[in-house]
């Protein structure tokens, strides 16, 4: 076989229509061979080695002619296997290239993955014992993929923050059981690019599905041991390279193509493709973890060890290892990594798991770290969506607010008031009032604007919603751990019966309690994200760790009774009414601005009243039963342009909010803030209302309910049967809302202060 000297960069294997560049990183490496796989006409793998000569700052490189795409490969890394030192380098094993485009088959959990001996793991923190079995018959392999691809006129969405919904979901999950997609591909990146899947998700109205984790991950062998698998996929191997268990084509390569065509189609729907990445650790685990990759290459250099004891990892993920932050090729890895998946494979943006791991340049979370300025600085990846769960297990972990602009943030503080302030615990209307504003609180003191935070009340770890109105504890028996698995504290409330019942009260007030939530969501400042399925009340059975459930328990179920099909519908309704009003989406927060135009009540951009129709006290926000309050959100106060630099002038909304157990009577506002209201929806399916309501009118909310109003703008240039000012201009935008055009951009005559005429 022909072997050229091939070039150091770019690392990995990449195919030019003539041959294959192969190159791989490792400074600790004495000598490096390539290992080109076969079928064995056994079925078991054969393998032709070639050293790697060439070396250019660490990097072993070669370009063999006539290799190309679908060819199975590895390395095997000759250098010291010293723990004590931090180094595990051991031919014996095949190892997948970290920059592999796709890989081929999934381990088996053989003795010969492992460094040391099942009976005596003493090689596992010493030389003593070394296992030197050969494991390419168990484990997986990279393979050399095509770049190929036609992406026709394919473009970014492009939705910004404030317009989007994200929707996250399971690419498995979701389609394994929908009945109009063939059953041969559900399950996969095809299944979801399907007709069927774009329709429910277009119909629905989100903007941006944010997909678990689809980077190559293992299949943990103590999971396989129970007959389990691991399905949330928080496990990576493989940064580069789609998993290829949700492939429907094939494994050797054919997992690209499909995972592009699913992207295509997902764009030409409008939809923004967002993946859940894991860059803080991977599936090597700890000391005693497998040798598949990172491990067996170079040790130190990738890993993040106790500095007292390097045979042992510094874990601040609770997976056994973390990378190595303040390593130039960790950092360079996942920089390359994001720009392969927003240039070539045309993703939108990221969700970076554990994220403040990322920022232990060190041993402190740093918001000043290198990763948050290579991702500042990189034109590629800083100009995509970067959403932050913003913790780890290390100290000082919890980081909620904490993140640099350019970022946006999972809001866990969103999360647990909302919760808690539904199921009724007392002193949380405060704290509410901050999370359904878009949290100033965390996010203004560092130049963020509402856009930061992305609120949420469920998502894939723990309860569904509909688990999270119907049960007190977790049922996870299912999983296989005693129940010692999971959150013991979920803050949520069954209603009064634990699990299902027949009782049509429990059942109505559970139905209700849902659409409060999704109310609550789709009605609050920043950026609402959904998980899948509580559109259609999906239900776990109370467990809230489906990590290892890769069955019916976490699946989607697409067989809905007349109560799931109501909540689809309100669901679709509450996204429409956001997407239709910008003053329920603003990109600054309430600073107390008003309208100012002249002959209109001078009122301020919100307002909170309480059941008489007057401003709230400081007495009626802290009593500790305080469970009730009116939101006056001001339509024609919204102090921000649209897109083409015009004046904003939206409905005005009421929002009379009620978590007490009893009904309440309302009591709307005087004149001033609007002579007659409508009713816009009831999470009370049941309530009655009038057509309209004057001033001052009382309305019934039922207990436990919200009920939304609104009115037209008051504004006089906007009435139906006055003119419009010859200096001004009107013209909707978008979303059918009224935009004033600025005078002041009329005329070249016009001053040019900042802001004037706005």
């Not at 109560?563 to 989406?585: N, Y």
Request: aromatic share 10%; charged share 20%; net charge negative.
């Amino acid at each position: 076989m022909q072997t050229w000297p091939g070039h150091p960069y770019p690392l990995g294997a990449t195919y030019d229509g003539s041959g294959t560049n192969f190159a791989l990183f490792s400074y600790v490496a004495d000598a490096v061979e390539l290992c080109l796989v076969d079928d064995g006409e056994d079925g078991t793998p054969t393998e032709r080695r070639i050293e790697l000569t060439e070396v250019d700052a660490h990097v072993f490189h070669a370009y063999l002619p006539g290799i190309g795409p679908g060819q199975r490969y590895g390395f095997r890394v000759h250098g010291p296997y010293d723990p004590a030192n931090g180094h595990r380098c051991n031919p014996a094993k095949l190892l997948l290239d970290p920059y592999a485009r796709a890989i081929d088959g999934q381990i088996d959990g053989d003795e010969s993955l492992f460094s040391y001996r099942f009976d005596d793991p003493t090689a596992a923190i010493s030389a003593e014992g070394l296992n030197e079995d050969d494991s390419l018959p168990h484990t997986m392999t990279s393979v050399v993929t095509t770049p190929f691809f036609d992406w026709g006129h394919d473009r970014p969405p492009n939705h910004d923050y404030a317009n989007t919904v994200i929707y996250e979901a399971h690419v498995r999950g979701m389609s394994k059981l929908h009945p109009e997609i063939p059953e041969e591909i559900r399950g996969t990146y095809a299944a979801l690019g399907h007709p069927a899947m774009i329709q429910h998700l277009q119909e629905l109205g989100i903007t941006a599905i944010e997909l678990m984790p689809v980077h190559q991950f293992v299949q943990d062998p103590h999971l396989q041991e129970r007959g389990q698998r691991n399905y949330w996929g928080y496990n990576t191997i493989g940064f580069f390279a789609p998993h290829n268990e949700y492939a429907a084509y094939g494994t050797r390569g054919e997992q690209v193509q499909e995972f592009k065509g699913m992207v295509k189609a997902l764009h030409e729907a409008d939809i923004e493709v967002i993946l859940d990445v894991v860059y803080n650790h991977t599936a090597e685990g700890n000391h005693l973890g497998p040798t598949l990759s990172f491990r067996g290459i170079d040790n130190a250099a990738y890993y993040r060890l106790v500095d007292e004891d390097q045979a042992h990892y510094f874990d601040t993920t609770g997976t056994g290892n973390s990378l190595l932050m303040r390593s130039p090729n960790v950092l360079q890895l996942i920089m390359d990594s994001l720009r392969y998946w927003v240039t070539e494979m045309h993703v939108d943006g990221f969700r970076f798991d554990l994220a403040a791991t990322l920022a232990r340049q060190f041993h402190e979370v740093d918001r000043l770290s290198a990763f948050f300025d290579l991702v500042h600085q990189d034109p590629v990846v800083s100009q995509v969506k970067l959403i932050a769960e913003p913790w780890d297990l290390g100290p000082g972990g919890y980081q909620v607010g904490g993140f640099p602009p350019l970022w946006t943030e999972w809001n866990g503080a969103y999360r647990d008031t909302v919760r808690d302030f539904w199921r009724g615990e007392p002193s949380t209307l405060g704290e509410f009032a901050s999370r359904i504003t878009g949290s100033s609180d965390l996010y203004e003191h560092t130049g963020r604007t509402p856009i930061a935070s992305i609120n949420f009340v469920t998502a894939h770890d723990g309860f569904t919603l509909r688990d999270l109105v119907s049960y007190n504890e977790k049922h996870n028996e299912a999983n296989g751990e005693g129940g010692n698995d999971g959150e013991s504290h979920n803050r949520s409330w069954n209603s009064g019966v634990e699990g299902p019942t027949d009782d049509p009260e429990i059942t109505a007030l559970r139905a209700r309690q849902q659409r409060n939530f999704l109310t609550t969501l789709l009605l609050s400042q920043g950026v609402p994200m959904i998980l899948h399925g509580d559109e259609l009340g999906r239900t776990q059975g109370g467990n809230n760790n489906t990590y290892a459930q890769d069955s019916e328990i976490s699946w989607m179920s697409w067989d809905l009774d007349e109560d799931q099909r109501d909540l689809l519908e309100f669901t679709r309704s509450l996204i429409e009414l956001r997407r239709d009003h910008p003053v329920l989406r603003r990109r600054r927060f309430f600073n107390g601005s008003s309208s100012h135009t002249e002959g209109l009540p001078d009122l301020p951009d919100i307002a909170w009243l309480d059941l008489t129709g007057d401003p709230m006290d400081a007495e009626a926000w802290n009593t500790w039963y305080a469970k009730s309050v009116a939101v006056f959100i001001n339509g024609e106060a919204i102090d921000e342009p649209d897109d083409r630099g015009r004046r904003v002038v939206d409905d005005s909304f009421l929002l009379l909010i009620n978590a007490d157990a009893s009904d309440l009577t309302f009591a709307l506002p005087e004149a001033s803030y609007g002579t007659t209201w409508h009713v816009v929806l009831s999470t009370d399916r049941e309530a009655e209302h009038a057509e309209e309501y004057a001033a001052e009118a009382a309305v019934p909310v039922t207990a436990r309910s919200i009920t939304v109003l609104s009115r037209p703008p008051q504004d006089p240039l906007l009435s139906p049967d006055r003119a419009v000012a010859p200096t001004s201009s009107r013209g909707t935008n978008a979303h059918g809302t009224t935009s004033i055009e600025n005078p002041a951009s009329q005329t070249p005559e016009a001053p040019t202060t900042p802001g004037q005429g706005a």
